[in-house]
């Protein structure tokens, strides 16, 4: 029998939940369930709020295009975000929807827009930001949501990042070598307490015009810091934040089995 209920859609609803509980749904969420998914009176619905777990819900219809859910139960407690944190400079709207969503795939517990000499994506909606990481969580069974910050520029979120946390910085001047020897002597030297521990981890993506030699000394002479090379071949800046983010979480984070 399969751990999760692929069948059963997926909700987000920022309220508290428990066991009884009657929520009335919103218009976007009754039209998606009855409408587009034709869902019908006591079919399963799954709900969460990042906080209170996964709960099993049953439709209640409450007119043509309206309906509540009522919780019966809980089908999974609530997991524990990870640590992981995901700087990045924002790209053009589309192309930062698909990096927002697959952060909150790989595991990211933070999003941070970094705003770096060359960057060129539209002004950060955090709105948006967020409404991408719940979709994200929705589709893939996801139970903490991750926390939205303000864009800061690079310069300030270095500075506002713990002195313990490794930074793993994607760096295309970098001499190519194996980024997982890499990871794992600078996890278990340099970012975290013991080579089977998992470090408190962050990533910095910069724009597609790469950082300037300032910003990259900038990131550079931060303690804690390990330069990475992804390859011989550069890389798009979405494409580079799927493959140091799946990188960092089979070496050093939740993909690989605790100590």
């Known amino acids: 029998m399969a751990a999760y209920d692929f069948s059963a859609p997926r909700l987000f609803l920022d309220v508290p939940l428990s066991e009884g509980l009657r929520h009335s749904l919103d218009r976007a969420q009754a039209n998606y369930l ?3 998914l034709r869902r019908t009176e006591g079919e399963p619905v799954l709900v969460f709020n990042g906080r209170d777990g996964e709960w099993r819900a049953e439709i209640v219809p409450t007119g043509r295009k309206a309906a ?3 919780l019966r139960e ?6 524990p975000p990870g640590d992981l944190h995901y700087l990045f400079a924002p790209l053009k709207a589309a192309r930062l929807d698909y990096v927002a969503q697959k952060a909150v795939e790989m ?7 970094v705003l770096t000499r060359r960057t ?3 002004r950060i909606k955090p709105e948006r930001l967020r409404a991408n990481a719940i979709e994200a969580a929705e589709q893939c069974g996801i139970l903490a949501l991750p926390e939205i910050r303000e864009a800061a520029t690079l310069a300030a979120a270095l500075a506002e990042t713990e002195p313990e946390r490794l930074v793993v910085f994607c760096d295309e001047d970098a001499p190519v070598a194996d980024p997982i020897e890499a990871l794992r002597r600078a996890g278990a030297t340099g970012g975290g307490p013991g080579r089977n521990a998992r470090p408190r981890l962050a990533v910095v ?7 300037t030699p300032e910003e990259r000394g900038l990131i550079l ?3 804690g810091t390990v330069r990475l090379s992804l390859g011989p071949r550069i890389l798009r800046a979405d ?3 799927v493959a140091v983010l799946a990188l960092v979480q089979a070496v050093l984070g939740d993909g690989r089995p605790a100590a």
């Open 34 to 36: 009855l409408t587009v």
């Open 68 to 70: 509540d859910l009522v």
């Open 74 to 79: 809980r089908t999974r407690p609530q997991t």
């Open 107 to 113: 595991g990211a517990s933070v999003i941070r827009p």
């Open 120 to 122: 060129q994506g539209d």
């Open 205 to 211: 993506i910069g724009p597609e015009g790469g950082f």
């Open 221 to 223: 002479e931060r303690p």
């Open 239 to 241: 494409t580079a934040a």
